[in-house]
């Protein structure tokens, strides 16, 4: 049975296109124009994956995904969410609140289906609204990552981490198992800092690979997907 996803767009043109590059690669995609429709359907039907804009006519994205990951049939439900250039803030909420991946307004069609093919990967087979993700449970059988101290141990070792190895890393083990895009892992590492590039992700993902190694020279723990992003597996 083809992946069901829902998409959430105000934009008929974009809808049109994101269903079909989407609907090319035998997924099934069910479209909402308004955030009070995505609600109802999510209540109607199980869904693998949601696509969502953050401004709509009738609120924001963002409240839709906040009521998503709090409510525990959807709670560990896929999120892509798409918002306009320049809406850093929305993206830096976004990734908070728990999408898993984002894409600038306007992409490739063939980039959002790659990265929502990659999103279903790693979710699983029918991980949908009512199944939960596993990888993010194993985390702490290895990791401890201590938020209010801003410290992260692995097998029982505390980490030497400077502050944006801590969000990166931080920010990779809330999404385990999960590919993060380098603009994601920008968005929660240097916020707003106009003079980070793809280049530091790079860099600092260098760094932190060395550190996990100094710990747990047998295993890598951090994976590269060219031309997506990256990945840790617990």
Request: net charge neutral; with cysteine; glycine share 8%.
């Amino acid at each position: 049975m083809s992946a069901k996803l829902l998409l959430l767009e105000d934009d008929p043109a974009i809808a049109r296109t994101v269903a079909y590059a989407l609907e090319r690669d035998g997924l099934t995609v069910t479209h909402s124009l308004l955030v009070h429709d995505a609600r109802q359907q999510l209540q109607r039907a199980r869904f693998d994956l949601l696509v969502l804009d953050v401004g709509l006519p009738d609120g924001s994205g963002l409240d839709l995904l906040r009521d998503v990951r709090n409510a525990a049939p959807t709670a560990a439900l896929p999120v892509l969410m798409l918002s306009a250039h320049g809406e850093e803030i929305d993206r830096v909420l976004g990734l908070e609140l728990g999408a898993d991946d984002y894409l600038t307004k306007p992409f490739s069609p063939r980039e959002l289906a790659a990265r929502v093919k990659a999103l279903l990967r790693r979710a699983g087979n029918g991980n949908g609204n009512g199944q939960p993700a596993a990888p993010a449970a194993t985390a702490t059988t290895l990791f401890h990552d201590d938020e209010t101290g801003q410290r992260i141990s692995l097998r029982g070792q505390a980490l030497p981490l400077t502050r944006r190895e801590y969000r990166l890393l931080s920010h990779l083990l809330r999404g385990a198992g999960r590919i993060h895009s380098r603009d994601a892992l920008l968005a929660a590492a240097w916020g707003d800092d106009s003079e980070s590039t793809d280049r530091t992700v790079d860099t600092h993902i260098k760094t932190l690979r060395a550190k996990l190694r100094e710990v747990d020279p047998g295993r890598e723990y951090i994976s590269t997907h060219r031309g997506m992003g990256y990945c840790i597996d617990i």
